[in-house]
């Protein structure tokens, strides 16, 4: 059974589907160990393992290399993060022949202009591209992929730009009728008022709703479900949570200089054969 096929089982299930950034293969795999039921190439992590800004310094290639990592270590579906399709609707149509002959699931694309800012950065001002445009960038996605099963979510960052309820709704609609599979709603609101105001309007039933609760963080998977959304994305946790330890244990060996002072935070190196995260040789 493809990737693909298997998201579309999910979608088709009852209840939410709550799936886990991830970054590399190892942390792709330490997602589905905890049982998640899919992974996000997230632009944000792939970027920050990079050491570089989430605002498309990465190329297609290499973000496509880390969903590919991440889909070849597991046997869950792969949401990838493509941003806004690096470019025009020409370079959609590539971005899908690539990302669907690796296997992947799926492909998110939200509507900021090139180059996009990471939705959380501070003092950026933010522009979106026409929604004509994204729309046609759907619709060129749509009509690129071979599999009926491979799945496109179209993203608008209306409320992160600030523009509003009224063209967040303009812009999901207009999406689902250019075609997309499933319509994320992002916003940066510390409260779930706004994506849940979005889902109580959201009147294209046949298209369901996708959120990704990063700042609104003491809402339930349970809640948004029961506020309409389907697909829940908890989004860079892996990462942040690794940047914390890896700073406190490096931090600590260089002021103590003993290897032994911070071997309470590791594993031993075996341990990551034995708990399967890496195949035996
Ligand atoms: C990402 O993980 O790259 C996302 C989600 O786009 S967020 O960073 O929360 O905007
Ligand atoms: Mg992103």
Known sequence: MTKARKLREL????????????????????????????????????????????????????????????????????????????????????????????????????????????????????????????????????????????????????????????????????YADAGADMVLIHSKSKDPDEVISFAKQWDRPNTPLVCVPTIYKGTTVDQLHAAGFKLIIFANHAIRSSIKAMTETLTTLKREMYTGSVEDNLLLPTAILALGLVAAP
């Open 11 to 174: 979608m088709a299930r009852p209840g939410p589907i709550v799936i886990i950034g991830a970054h590399n293969g190892l942390s792709g795999k330490i997602g589905e160990e905890a049982g998640f039921e899919g992974l996000w190439a997230s632009g944000f992590e792939i970027s920050a393992s990079y050491a570089v800004p989430d605002a498309n310094i990465l190329t297609m290639a290499e973000n496509l290399s880390a969903a590919q990592m991440m889909n070849n270590s597991t046997s869950i579906p792969v949401i990838a993060d493509c941003d806004n399709g690096y470019g025009n609707a020409i370079n959609v149509i590539r971005c899908i022949e690539e990302y669907e002959r690796a296997g992947i699931a799926a492909i998110c694309m939200e509507d900021n202009v090139f180059p996009k800012r990471c939705s959380f950065y501070a003092g950026v001002k933010r522009e979106l591209s026409p929604v004509e445009e994204h729309a046609g960038k759907i619709r060129a996605a749509k009509a690129t992929q071979k599999n009926p099963d491979f799945v496109v979510i179209a993203r608008t960052e209306a409320l992160i730009a600030g523009w509003g309820m009224e063209e967040a709704l303009m812009r999901g609609r207009a």
